[in-house]
């Protein structure tokens, strides 16, 4: 079945230092990338995303390639605040399965940026 | 402003008891989705519907259920028979297809 395999955590940083979380994943299908946050006590917020290879999916300041030859999707950002500490998860959905667009997700990184 | 909202923020449950946590959204969605998180892992499906008066098991359906009586409405029911109910629930919903899912703020669930 499908599945999503993300860096294991905590990772620690300083503010302006670059992030690198990686994520790569199994899948039989075509499927769609998500990389979604989530604060202390809240929901899950759509970070970004991409629907084919290639495709690059971005949003303040965060960037993640769709790689299809390495089944990879990792989350990148140029120089991380305070204000980005949270879990983020990576997740693939493929709605060509029966099931519809159900979401697979990794585990989460958590990820502290120190000032 | 559309969204989704879950009711209760926080939750207890006696042994013995069922209960029914309020998932609400009005962004027009036809699909909606409980998941269970659990303390440092990632979520896990429990019930998805993609259409009113259908829904589908997800990996972990035992001891929940579920019903999708309205298009806005996804109501959980934790029953007695789900032995470690402990953790944080989230509700989502989405267009279906590729779109992505958008998530309520979760119910936090304790056992009394």
């Known amino acids: 079945g499908d599945s999503v395999t993300q860096m294991e955590g905590p990772v620690t940083l300083s503010e302006e230092a670059f992030l690198t979380i990686n994520c790569t994943y199994t899948?039989?299908?075509?499927?769609?990338l998500f990389w979604y946050v989530q604060y202390p006590g809240e929901g899950l917020q759509l970070l970004l995303k991409?629907?084919?290879?290639?495709d690059k999916g971005s949003n303040k300041g965060f960037e993640a390639t769709y790689r299809k030859e390495t089944t990879s999707f990792h989350l990148e950002k140029g120089s991380v605040q305070v204000s980005d500490s949270a879990v983020y998860f990576c997740?693939?959905?493929?709605?060509?399965?029966?099931?519809?667009?159900?979401?697979?997700f990794g585990e989460g990184t958590q990820l502290t940026v120190n000032p | 402003d559309g969204g989704i909202t879950q009711s209760p923020k926080y939750l207890f449950r006696k042994e013995g008891q069922n209960v029914t946590l309020s998932c609400e959204q009005n962004?027009?969605?036809?699909?909606m989705y409980w998941y269970r998180q659990d303390p440092g892992q990632g979520l896990r499906l429990i019930y998805y519907?993609?259409?009113?008066?259908?829904?589908q098991k997800g990996d972990i359906a035992e001891g929940y259920s579920v019903s999708r009586e309205k298009k806005e409405s996804f109501p959980l029911t934790v029953t007695s028979a789900q032995k470690n109910p402990t953790a944080f629930y989230l509700c989502?919903?989405?267009?279906?297809?590729?779109?992505?899912?958008?998530f309520g703020d979760g119910t936090r669930l304790s056992i009394l």
């Open positions: 989502a919903s989405s267009m279906g297809g590729f779109q992505p899912q958008h």
């Open positions: 899948a039989t299908g075509y499927p769609s």
């Open positions: 991409a629907t084919k290879a290639d």
């Open positions: 997740a693939l959905s493929d709605a060509r399965r029966a099931s519809g667009s159900r979401l697979t």
């Open positions: 962004l027009n969605h036809d699909a």
């Open positions: 519907s993609q259409i009113v008066n259908d829904f």
